[in-house]
């Protein structure tokens, strides 16, 4: 079963789904998750929640905007860097590395091709647009954190930051 159909049936309370859909992904997205809370018992409690988020929220789920694999990174990146926040409050630190998968080599060399994508795309973007799109995805930082950072109002990093989404999205389409 592929991982929509899975999210499918997850969405109509299949339990056996949502066990399946776990047992495929949990372990990257802990990986994820360990590297933004390095106590292991924080990001087992952010993958809880991860998971939890998707049990009751897989209805809300789009193929249209990405695969399943990239909406449950996200869901987790948010409930890590959520969990971060509340247990460290004050300015972020440094962004910290995806986690890899060990033993995986394929799976190693998919991530830096991937990676290496994804930086060629950011450097076309126009440089404020880039750079508030890595503040918030790579940095871990709030809009308002980023408007901080940039020195510029509210409403201008939103708008920079979705118009990078915007523009990575036709990029990466484009492939």
């Not at 079963?1 to 066990?19: N, P, Q, Y």
Request: aromatic residues 6%; glycine residues 10%; positive net charge.
């Amino acid at each position: 079963m592929t991982d929509k159909e899975l999210m499918c049936r997850v969405a109509g309370g299949d339990s056996a789904a949502f066990a399946a859909l776990y047992e495929g992904h949990a372990a990257r997205l802990f990986g994820l998750l360990i590297c933004l809370l390095p106590q292991r018992a924080d990001a087992e409690d952010a993958l809880q929640e991860t998971f939890l988020q998707v049990w009751s929220q897989a209805g809300r789920y789009d193929p249209a905007r990405g695969s399943v694999e990239v909406w449950l990174q996200m869901i987790a990146r948010s409930r890590g860097l959520d969990r971060r926040r509340r247990l460290h409050p004050g300015p972020p630190g440094p962004a910290m590395p995806e986690a890899g998968v060990p033993g995986d080599p394929l799976r190693a060399l998919e991530k830096s091709e991937t990676a290496r994508e994804v930086w060629q795309a950011l450097a076309r973007l126009p440089a404020e647009q880039g750079q508030a799109l890595s503040l918030a995805f790579f940095g871990g930082l709030t809009h308002e954190e980023v408007a901080t950072r940039q020195g510029v109002p509210l409403g201008t990093a939103k708008t920079r930051i979705r118009l990078a989404m915007n523009r990575m999205r036709v990029l990466f389409q484009g492939k």
